[in-house]
């Protein structure tokens, strides 16, 4: 006859089971706490102090938070990023729409394309960073080589030492090396929706234009909410690509929030007041997520 199992080994066997979950999540746990929430909890530590972390501690309270409400270099840099965001995020999604629909479609070498047209997302920002800052040298980059032997331009251009033309080199740099995200996205979730709904569109008697309104948008929504939200976070907070480019110049052109607050910290060596900035950007970046969840909910 076979034995019957007590309750309390039961409860033993549930326990461990329970343990052997602490252990696998253990190190991950770990790490996130370690990499993540303390640098966060020690950013808003520092936040209240003016401080240079060696020998200067003088508690300030609430006074960094107080000027970045104050003082126009804030407002102005958090707009910069703000425009520079929303320029990039829409280049990505033009472009990636465009590729995604292509791509979407049976053509032969389409894997070939879709290896090529990854590429820029494959290759670190830095190293794109000082690709461009050859292309376009004004005295050996190869773009003014090009533009002038097609009669475009007569002399050399700047383009990154000019103040009006630094800014949308850099967000074209950016877009550039952006989309193939956005169009990777936007490709696996048009291969998830059944060509049985088009199909259903079509004998409704619904045009190419219903059909992408009622059959594609719908479909693409979960993804566009993630993919829209991750990016924009993302290029809101950029910092390798425009810092290798420019340094946040001409004068402020590429001042984005992020190089603002990378120079506040380790140019001025005022800690405390680049940890309020950079709280105040974290607190940015999650009412962007919030705007764009409400934005593109279903109802």
């Given at each position: 006859?076979?034995?019957?199992?007590?309750?309390?080994?039961?409860?033993?066997?549930?326990?461990?089971?329970?343990?052997?979950?602490?252990?696998?999540?253990?190190?991950?746990?770990?790490?996130?706490?370690?990499?993540?929430?303390?640098?966060?909890?020690?950013?808003?530590?520092?936040?209240?102090?003016?401080?240079?972390?060696?020998?200067?501690?003088?508690?300030?309270?609430?006074?960094?938070?107080?000027?970045?409400?104050?003082?126009?270099?804030?407002?102005?840099?958090?707009?910069?990023?703000?425009?520079?965001?929303?320029?990039?995020?829409?280049?990505?999604?033009?472009?990636?729409?465009?590729?995604?629909?292509?791509?979407?479609?049976?053509?032969?070498?389409?894997t070939f394309f879709r290896v090529i047209f990854m590429l820029p997302w494959l290759f670190p920002e830095t190293v794109i960073a000082l690709l461009f800052t050859w292309i376009m040298n004004p005295m050996y980059g190869i773009l003014n080589s090009i533009l002038k032997s097609l009669g475009i331009i007569s002399s050399n251009i700047s383009w990154l030492g000019s103040a009006s033309l630094a800014f949308p080199c850099v967000v074209a740099v950016c877009i550039w090396k952006g989309y193939p995200l956005v169009m990777t996205m936007i490709l696996s979730g048009l291969q998830a929706i059944s060509s049985d709904l088009y199909e259903a569109a079509r004998i409704d008697g619904a045009n190419k234009w219903q059909q992408f309104m009622n059959v594609t948008i719908p479909g693409l929504?979960?993804?566009?909410?993630?993919?829209?939200?991750?990016?924009?976070?993302?290029?809101?907070?950029?910092?390798?690509?425009?810092?290798?480019?420019?340094?946040?110049?001409?004068?402020?052109?590429?001042?984005?929030?992020?190089?603002?607050?990378?120079?506040?910290?380790?140019?001025?060596?005022?800690?405390?007041?680049?940890?309020?900035w950079g709280i105040i950007v974290f607190i940015i970046c999650y009412l962007i997520s919030k705007v764009f969840r409400f934005v593109l909910k279903e109802d």
């Open positions: 006859m076979a034995k019957k199992s007590s309750p309390r080994s039961g409860g033993k066997k549930i326990a461990g089971y329970q343990n052997t979950g602490y252990k696998f999540i253990g190190p991950a746990a770990f790490l996130m706490i370690a990499l993540i929430i303390y640098p966060m909890l020690y950013g808003v530590y520092l936040s209240f102090y003016n401080t240079n972390l060696v020998t200067k501690w003088k508690f300030v309270g609430l006074k960094y938070y107080m000027q970045a409400f104050t003082q126009p270099e804030f407002y102005k840099s958090v707009l910069l990023t703000l425009l520079f965001m929303v320029l990039v995020v829409v280049g990505h999604f033009t472009i990636g729409f465009i590729l995604a629909t292509a791509l979407n479609k049976e053509f032969r070498g389409r929504r979960p993804v566009l909410v993630t993919t829209i939200v991750l990016d924009s976070v993302w290029w809101f907070k950029q910092y390798t690509l425009v810092y290798t480019m420019t340094g946040g110049g001409p004068g402020e052109a590429t001042n984005l929030i992020s190089l603002s607050i990378y120079g506040t910290a380790f140019n001025d060596l005022r800690f405390g007041k680049a940890a309020a």
